[in-house]
Each structure stands twice: as structure tokens, then as C-alpha cells.
């Protein structure tokens, strides 16, 4: 008998954006439970529905709130676009802020909705497979149980994670990353082929939300001249509000308008410069004001248009620099890689990880754990409470490590006066002759 035949009911939930192979791992996952004689339940649209569970007024009905997965519902589809049971940003712990938010009815009101409606579906443990808010997310209900009268129900909680942006502790790559990397890598080459055609810059802003990792991976990818994310911005490029740092968007631009004038020494009279979205999060209040928040507290980067603020910037510069125009243009590149065909690496790794939560479950007993790969796609699981600070119950976003290999490699691809040599560091003025 394996360790988790208790085991018998499991429900799969996707949330927050989408990721390419998000279908390899759902299906993977779901025949691994199947293929061994147990039910699988798919969520629609993550926590949506879950959260508003009543025994009376709000039951959840099957095809409408959820479907019970089947062999035909789950095979060849790894390379399918999309999701098959749809994902959503609701939160049923926005309210927590720290371990003692637990112990509170009204903060938890959500969480103990979740919690009963699971058990009203009968369903015994609960695959997450989302970001580091999913995650999050996906601790609370584990915590949350832990909290409970002795001899109630206990529903077994595995995460997998998923995001395009690779900003995973605990992980080296998530599923979705390289799919997208590789897809707006594409376009930059387009774009870096027009601009070569029209001697013009594009300056191109990527998802990646608070890390560099799919801003710096499509510039490598796309030979992009120039990447600049959080992980960049030093004292050179940054002012003091309200005593904490914020870029300074025209020490940014004049930075960006330096690399112009190195590249039209060298005859070169186009160019792609890429941004990380995060860096929106550094900009002075002003540029804020307006940009509102998700479910999850975070800003709606996609309507600060970060690229388009820094395009016309740096555009003002060039010309009070150089008395000469220069066609700069923005683009934002992101939403429309999220559904794209996934990578084949990204659906071995997602597969990967669908199997792990069926092992984790079932052949370790564990509860309370991410599933994660390293090397050659080899399965081990983290515990929650060593991605979560115990204090405040929040994950922690991992950015690139300034100075590592990863960090190097872009710095010496892209073009600089001596770009061999340099790293982020004070401007050197070119002379506004050039």
C-alpha cells in the first residue's frame, strides 16, 4: 500500500495569468491520478468560484464551477494554447498579513469558504499551480487547516510553479519561461530589422513584473543593444522621494541616449533597447497616480506604459543633446506570448511537474510542498516554510544576482563604447557634437 491511498479525490486549480505548457502539466498531472484508479476535479478559473462557496445559496455544480477530468478530456493536449480549465486572480486571502490574521473569522472568511467547499466535494488533497501569490495562496489554506478542530477534514495542499517570469525561489526555471523568451525574442528581432531598415530605436517594454529574468532573456535572445531592468538601477540613475529611492526617468534616458551616441560612432543608427516592466515600480509618485491594482495589491504595470514614458523622454534628450530628431518608438511585448504553442523544453518541464505532484501526493505522502526540478528535469519538493517568511506569511521575488554569469552575459553582448569592460556604473558624457 503506497503512502497516500487516502488519497483518493484531487482537484486541480490554475490561477493568476496564463503560461505556455500550462495543459502539459494539468494533463500530466491528471493522468498520473487517473491512470491509478483516482478521481481528478478541475477547478474553473482558480479561486473565482471557490471562494464565493455556500452550502445553500452558492453550492458548486459540476460543468458550470468545475468538471471532473477524464482520460479523453486529457490526452494530446500538452501542446495545446491556452488553458483547459481557465485561471483567474482571485485572492481568498487578501485580507492575511501575518500568522495572527488566521485566527481571525472575518480575515479568513474566503480560505474557510475554499476549505468547505473542498470538503463538500469530497476532494482530498489540492494541486496549486500558479505564481508566488498562488503560492502564497496556497500556504494560507495549508496554515489555515492547521488551525482547525481536531478530527476535521484535512485537505493535502502541493503547489506547482508556474510564471513567465522565472522570479521562483526554490526553482531554477518555471514552465511557460522559455516559450515566452523565446516569442518575444522573435519580435525584437523584427522590430531590431525595422529599425535597422528605418535608422531608427525601439524601445521595447517586456513583462517580467519585479525581475529582470524575461526582460534579460529576450534581449539576449533578440540581440537586443541594451537591457535595463531593477537590477540595474544604481545611485547614478536614481532620486530620493518621500526617503526611498526612485529611478530618475531622465538620468535613464540620458543613460539610454549615451548608447546611441556609442552606436552612431560606429555607424550604427539603429537599435533596440529593452525595459523590464518592474522598473515602472521605481518611478516617482507622479507617474503612479493612475495605474490601479490587482487583487493581489500589485500595480497594473501594463497601464503605466513604461516604454512609451521612456520613448518620449528619451527622445526630448537625444534632441537637447544633439540639436538633431530621432525616430524613437515604444512597444510592449507580454500578453501575447502567454498563450502561445509552449517551447518543447518548457512541455517536458511542465510534464515533469504534473507527475511530481502526483508523486508527492501519493508515493511521498507530503503536504504542505512545491514541487520542483533540477538538472536533468530531477524531482524534489520544497516545503512551504522554506519560501515563506514565517512573519509575514509573504514569498519573496528572486531577481538576477548583479555580477553573476547570467547578469555578465548580457552586459557583454550588448553594445557599449567599451562594452567589454563596462558595468553599470556613473555616465560618461559624449560630446553633443557627435
Known sequence: MLKGDSVKRVGILFSGGPAPSANAV???????????????????????????????????????????????????????????????????????????????????????????????????????????????????????QKLLPEGAKRIKIVHLPKTIDNDYNGIDFTFGFFTAVDFMAKEVQNLRADAMATSAYFIVETMGRKAGWLSYGVGIAGEANLIVSVEDVQDILTIEEDGAKKIDPEACADWIVDLILARTKRKKHYGVVVLAEGLAELLPNTYLQDAGRDPHGHLSLSNIDLGKLMANIIAKRYIERTGKKKKISSVQLGYESRCSPPHAFDVMLGSQLGIGAYRALVEEDLDGHMVSVSGQLNLHYVAFKSLVDPHTLKTDIRLIRRGSDFHRLARFLETRTDFRAWTPGPRKEESSKI
Open 26 to 144: 494539468i494533463s500530466a498531472a491528471a493522468i498520473s491520478f487517473l491512470e491509478d484508479g483516482r478521481e481528478v476535479v478541475g477547478f474553473f478559473h482558480g479561486y473565482s468560484n471557490l471562494q464565493e462557496y455556500h452550502p445553500i445559496t452558492h453550492r458548486l455544480l459540476e460543468h458550470e464551477h468545475y468538471r471532473i477530468l477524464k482520460d479523453d478530456d486529457i490526452r494530446g493536449i500538452r501542446n495545446t494554447r491556452g488553458i483547459i480549465i481557465g485561471t483567474a486572480r482571485a485572492n481568498p486571502g487578501r485580507d492575511i498579513n501575518g500568522p495572527e490574521d488566521l485566527q481571525d473569522e472575518g480575515k479568513t472568511e474566503r480560505l474557510r469558504c475554499v476549505y468547505n467547499a473542498l470538503v463538500d466535494l469530497r476532494i482530498d488533497a489540492l494541486i496549486s499551480i500558479g505564481g508566488d501569490d498562488t503560492l502564497k495562496t496556497a500556504n494560507f489554506l495549508y496554515e489555515f
